[in-house]
């Protein structure tokens, strides 16, 4: 019932021969960038909160060679449509849609001065799309480490991350905060990343127990963040802070808010409610791991998931079964927590349970969802794995 995590080797092979064989002749450069679980701080990162992701064992692979022509042309494995466009600056919007992560990618180089060679590029992912596990994050991120390597460059990895948030923003006209692409950008093996989106710094924090592990739950209900549910509750949290009056959400506490509650609805009342238990949360969250506070750290994740359920209203039907089923099956069971990961609407719940009871929990879960809506979700394990990087 676990599905596998596909080798590094076996993706960067198929992207070497793929792009052989559309191309005509090898790739010289081969990158990868990974997707991303959230194990807790959702839809705060735009509201200077601290999240704690981790970059996943899923990732895309692109194969690449420099071509003469100062263009771009890239295929995929997903679809036959093909793309090809002038590297020179501006870039546009344009068609097909996945073309504007590499369109917005290459402007964010341009912006800071750097030249950018034409190339060819073939891309292939174990990532699936629309699961709310960043596939587009590690898309951008695999493209601006590409961009690296092709101009000889090394932007760092906080400034890759606002690169690629910046071409999200642009390109993809998703205004998300910085978490996916930082976590695509910054992970590490074994490590979470905490990362505090008011200063934009991170500090990696252990997932060491190789007794438990991470499972993620694809409902294979998609979601379209673009589609304004996002914008919205981002537009939400800045009405909420506007009428407390304070400068960040930093500052803000339950106590502030109450003593504003006439300023605003009950809608932005409950958002703002949100914002502030889940910024507390992730610090709980993060005390409770360093001290192996398990049953602590699970009751955080089940407290943040109601939170997003009711107060900020992202969850769905799908995710709720997962999350409910996986406090069923509980401690005894090997679960120590569950939640809804990403930015809600459908998407993944991650679950932290027993390394060697996974097997078991992922099929309790697949046949409690099957018998619910008819169709099986997807659910694989991963350890925290390494982020976006050159292939050797
Ligand atoms: C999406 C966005 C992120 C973040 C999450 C919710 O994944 O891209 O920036 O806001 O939703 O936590």
Same mark, same amino acid.
């Given at each position: ?40 701080? @959702? ?6 909160? &601290? ?7 899923? #990732? ?15 295929? #995929?494995?997903?679809?036959? *449509? ?6 020179? =600056?501006?870039? *546009? ?42 596939? =587009? ?51 590490? %093996? ?22 438990? #592990? ?43 808010? %109450? ?7 009950? #809608? ?76 809600? !609407? ?7 349970? *027993?390394?060697?009871?996974? *097997? ?14 008819? !169709?099986?979700? @997807?659910? &694989? ?12």
């Amino acid at each position: 019932m676990l599905s596998l995590n596909p080798s590094i080797e076996s993706i960067t092979s198929s992207a070497k021969e793929a792009f052989e064989k559309h191309f005509g002749r090898p790739a010289t450069v081969m990158v990868a960038a990974p997707g991303r679980v959230n194990l807790i701080g @959702e839809h705060i990162d735009y509201c200077d909160g &601290f999240v704690l992701p981790l970059a996943i064992e899923r #990732t895309v692979v692109i194969a690449a060679a420099p071509n003469n022509f100062d263009t771009v042309n890239a295929a #995929t494995e997903f679809t036959a *449509e093909t793309t090809s466009f002038p590297i020179a =600056s501006p870039q *546009e919007i344009g068609t097909p849609k996945w073309s504007n992560y590499l369109r917005g990618v290459v402007q964010g180089f341009h912006d800071r001065k750097i030249e950018v060679p034409g190339f060819d590029a073939f891309i292939v992912s174990s990532l699936p799309g629309g699961a709310g596990l960043s596939s =587009s994050a590690a898309l951008e991120c695999a493209v601006a480490t590409l961009i690296e390597v092709l101009s000889g460059t090394d932007l760092g990895k906080k400034e890759k991350a606002i690169l690629a948030q910046k071409a999200e923003h642009d390109f993809a006209g998703v205004p998300c905060g910085i978490m996916d692409q930082y976590a695509s950008s910054c992970g590490q %093996e074994g490590e979470l990343v905490l990362i505090d989106c008011r200063s934009n710094e991170a500090e990696m924090v252990p997932f060491s127990r190789e007794d438990l #592990t991470i499972l993620i739950a694809n409902t294979k209900v998609s979601h379209e963040l673009s589609d304004g549910g996002y914008a919205a509750r981002r537009k939400n949290t800045e009405d909420g802070l506007a009428a407390i009056g304070k400068a960040s959400w930093r500052e803000v506490s339950f106590a502030d808010l %109450e003593a504003n509650r006439a300023k605003m609805d009950d #809608t932005t009342f409950a958002r703002s409610r949100h914002v502030i238990g889940e910024i507390a949360r992730v610090i709980d969250a993060v005390e409770a791991l360093k001290s192996e506070n398990f049953p602590r750290l699970g009751q955080l994740m089940y407290e943040s998931h109601n939170s997003l359920r009711d107060d900020f209203e992202v969850s769905c039907p799908e995710l709720d079964h997962l999350v409910a089923k996986a406090g069923e099956i509980g401690g005894n069971g090997g679960v120590i927590g569950a939640r809804m990961t990403g930015g809600g !609407f459908g998407g993944s719940a991650v679950i932290v349970c *027993e390394a060697d009871r996974a *097997e078991q929990i992922a099929a309790g879960l697949c046949e409690s969802y099957e018998k619910e809506f008819g !169709f099986a979700p @997807e659910i &694989f394990a991963s350890r925290p794995a390494a982020g976006a990087r050159e292939l050797r």
